[in-house]
């Protein structure tokens, strides 16, 4: 696992800052000088394991609470457990019984811990404490009083949602500004379409009526040169 990893990286960087911290010991005392620096050395030393294992903090006690679990759960397997409930199993070959035993336990062990590992990477448990981190981070660095209870579970519950309600009443008024503001920009589409048609219509209904005055004057004028008359036998 990841976290067995930075823990094996965190004992380097302990015995390594140790045996620093002994080799400058050693060579202040046959300098003959006051090893003063020792308290700085540890320090540092421990600030720099905080910092390599600062990430995963949340991870390893995640990690150390599920073995504990996990070693209290095989405490309650105990072999005296397991030859009560197989007893005549166990009188007959108790040696048997014993190999039996381990192998159950060694297996159940592993069963768990691949439980366990698969927990953390499928629920993506290092990300999300992580977030965790960032949320805590950012909480202390923010001075505003955090939140608590009133005691009046109506009133908290009304001062949670309000503030979503009003973000909801906020971008409906906005989703409504703009559909307003579409409406009225057809709605002018419209206006001018309809004069669009009104002009046609008019410019139609003139070129009717002078088509009409045309044809009286043809008809006027053609019975004006051609009497009927001169025609009539």
């Not at 159940?108 to 993506?124: F, M, N, P, V, Y």
Request: net charge negative; aromatic share 8%; proline share 3%.
């Amino acid at each position: 696992m990841e976290v067995s990893e930075v823990t094996v990286q965190e004992a380097t960087a302990d015995n390594k800052c140790l045996r620093d911290s002994v080799e400058k010991q050693n060579t202040d005392e046959a300098t003959g000088e006051i090893s003063s620096q020792l308290p700085n050395t540890e320090s540092v030393c421990k600030q720099t394991t905080e910092e390599t294992g600062g990430r995963f903090n949340r991870l390893k006690l995640f990690d150390k609470v599920m073995q504990k679990s996990l070693e209290k759960f095989i405490q309650h397997a105990s072999f005296n457990r397991f030859a009560s409930t197989f007893r005549p199993l166990y009188k007959k070959n108790p040696q048997r019984m014993e190999i039996i035993h381990k192998q159950f336990i060694e297996e159940l062990r592993r069963a768990i811990q691949d439980d366990i590992s698969r927990l953390i990477e499928e629920g993506h448990l290092e990300v999300k404490l992580k977030e965790l981190d960032k949320l805590e981070r950012a909480a202390k660095n923010n001075t505003d009083p955090a939140w608590r209870p009133s005691g009046v579970p109506e009133e908290d519950f009304c001062s949670f949602l309000k503030p979503y309600y009003q973000k909801q009443e906020a971008f409906m008024r906005l989703e409504l500004k703009k559909i307003q503001a579409e409406n009225a920009a057809l709605a002018q589409k419209v206006q001018a379409g309809r004069e669009s048609i009104a002009q046609t219509e008019s410019r139609i209904s003139a070129a009717v009526d002078e088509w009409k005055a045309a044809v009286t004057e043809f008809e006027r004028m053609a019975s004006s040169l051609c009497p009927t008359d001169v025609f009539d036998v």
